[in-house]
């Protein structure tokens, strides 16, 4: 039998993350990035970060709030990235 992970974030909770915020997170990136297919991989990234890595909340904390934050800051990384890229 494997150790019950601490880190992980319950299955259950995780689906109602994604079947709730969705829509918002996606916005949020597409905002920065102005490309539906690239905000489309940019919200792949944030969930299968938060399945990685699941964030602290507190109990006050909005989960939307925060996957909003993660879709933008890994928007702005594209961004950099692409730039970076482009200059070379």
């Known amino acids: 039998m494997s150790p019950v992970r601490s880190d992980v974030l319950p299955r259950a909770l995780y689906e109602r993350w994604v079947r709730e915020h969705h829509?918002?997170?996606?916005?949020?990136?597409?905002?920065?990035?102005?490309?539906?297919?690239?905000?489309?991989?940019?919200?792949a990234r944030?969930?299968?970060?938060?399945?990685e890595q699941p964030p602290r909340l507190e109990p006050a904390a909005s989960p939307e709030r925060?996957?909003?934050?993660?879709?933008?800051?890994?928007?702005?990384t594209e961004l950099r990235a692409r730039r970076r890229r482009d200059a070379r």
Not at 23 to 43: K, P
Not at 46 to 51: D, T
């Open 23 to 43: 829509a918002a997170v996606w916005r949020a990136a597409l905002r920065i990035v102005r490309d539906r297919a690239l905000a489309d991989d940019i919200v």
């Open 46 to 51: 944030v969930y299968l970060r938060v399945l």
């Open 66 to 76: 925060l996957l909003c934050w993660l879709a933008c800051k890994e928007a702005l």
